[in-house]
């Protein structure tokens, strides 16, 4: 019993080290993926949605549209109906036209000033839609 040989006995203390550390490393690998897939789930971005200026009319027109179709209004003057009617059409096209040409003029200065691929797809998009909604 007295005979200890301190050879095997670093081996082992050795060896067990080594296994403790072995273990450790895969638990913070998982860890870390684990908590890492959590926190991308969590941090994941959601969509932005941005109110614009084409959007806003096209509200403004159904409301006016839905308000249209509940006033009461006699059958007698159904041609004044139709010339209001157009004349409001054109008015909303050219509010609309005006403030998509306000936002085309918006994105260009920010383009010149800022040539980053976000503002010239802003400039682009809100120029083609001034284009889109202009009226004769």
């Known amino acids: 019993m007295g005979n200890i040989s301190y050879f095997k006995l670093f081996l082992t203390i050795v060896l067990a080290n080594l296994f403790t550390a072995f273990l450790m490393f895969l638990f913070s690998l998982l860890m870390v993926y684990f908590v890492g897939k959590g926190m991308s789930e969590i941090l994941k971005p959601e969509p932005v949605t ?9 509200a403004q027109a159904q409301q006016e549209a839905l308000k249209n179709k509940l006033v009461p209004r006699s059958l007698s003057s159904t041609q004044q109906r139709s010339q209001t009617n157009n004349s409001d059409g054109l008015e ?6 005006k403030t998509n040409l306000e936002v085309c ?15 010239k797809r802003m400039m682009d998009n809100s120029c083609k839609r001034a284009r889109e909604t202009f009226v004769y």
């Open 50 to 58: 941005y109110s614009t200026p084409h959007s806003r009319a096209q």
């Open 92 to 97: 909303a096209k050219r509010n609309a036209y």
């Open 105 to 119: 003029n918006f994105w260009r200065g920010e383009y010149s000033g800022n040539k980053s691929k976000y503002n």
